[in-house]
């Protein structure tokens, strides 16, 4: 039962493009959500976080936007640098109703953003 | 550098073996979390601790078991190792208990052999 998915295993952009990289949910009790970023032999770093009472939070050239009705969120990274090149993870917690900080992730999306 | 520290880096052991991984976590946070990733899969949360106290758990084998201490480090005890339990073990930390930031330490590579 994967709670969190993020279908596209891979990404390839030109520098300087968009990167938009997509997330769903299936558990309505999630309402707060995270994207990380992992490079090879590292651990995720944290990039971007919102609550389900935003449907946008923006930092820097990192937007996430919530899409509640659609159970969906994305990342959008513009300008997009070769140092972007990761794996991007989407994770999902259900704060409100668990009072924990349990994260569910989703599978991650590999993106590869070419000079 | 997140400041969530971990060792052993790597670990090559048996099956049937007991191993212990340490994490610390940064410093004035609260809870500690351990995860698994293994081969091409996302990462799966195993177990939470907020001071000292176990404050949620998840698809964690009965054959591994956590603790966090009075100076809220944390181990990771894996025993009757198999296979199958060849993976990546991170560790993260956060300032609450509740829905926080976790910031994640490098990881430990378990392979059972």
């Known amino acids: 039962d994967q709670q969190v998915k993020q279908n596209s295993p891979s990404l390839s952009v030109q520098e300087g493009r968009i990167s938009i990289l997509n997330c769903d949910y299936t558990?309505?009790?999630?309402?707060?959500f995270l994207w990380y970023k992992k490079y090879p032999a590292e651990g995720p770093t944290f990039l971007i976080s919102?609550?389900?009472?935003?449907d946008k939070n923006e930092d820097g050239r990192f937007t996430v936007f919530l899409n509640k009705s659609a159970k969906h969120l994305s990342l959008h990274i513009v300008p997009s640098q070769p140092g972007d090149s990761a794996v991007y993870f989407c994770a999902a917690s259900a704060h409100r109703s668990s009072n924990t900080g349990k994260l569910i992730f989703g599978q991650g999306t590999t993106l590869q953003v070419k000079p | 550098d997140s400041g969530v520290t971990q060792t052993p880096k790597h670990l090559i052991t048996a099956t049937g073996q007991r191993v212990t991984l340490r994490c610390s976590p940064r410093?004035?946070?609260?809870?500690v979390y351990w995860y698994q990733q293994s081969l091409d899969q996302g990462l799966q949360f195993l177990i939470q601790y907020y001071n000292g106290e176990e404050r949620a758990k998840g698809n964690i084998l009965e054959r591994f078991s956590a603790q966090q201490f009075p100076d809220l480090h944390s181990e990771l005890n894996l025993s009757s190792l198999e296979l199958g339990d060849s993976a990546l073990y991170f560790c993260?930390?956060?300032?609450?208990?509740?829905?926080?930031?976790?910031?994640f330490g490098p990881g430990t590579r378990l392979t059972v052999l």
């Open positions: 993260a930390s956060s300032v609450g208990g509740g829905t926080y930031e976790q910031f």
């Open positions: 410093s004035g946070d609260l809870s």
């Open positions: 919102i609550s389900s009472i935003k």
């Open positions: 558990n309505s009790m999630f309402d707060y």
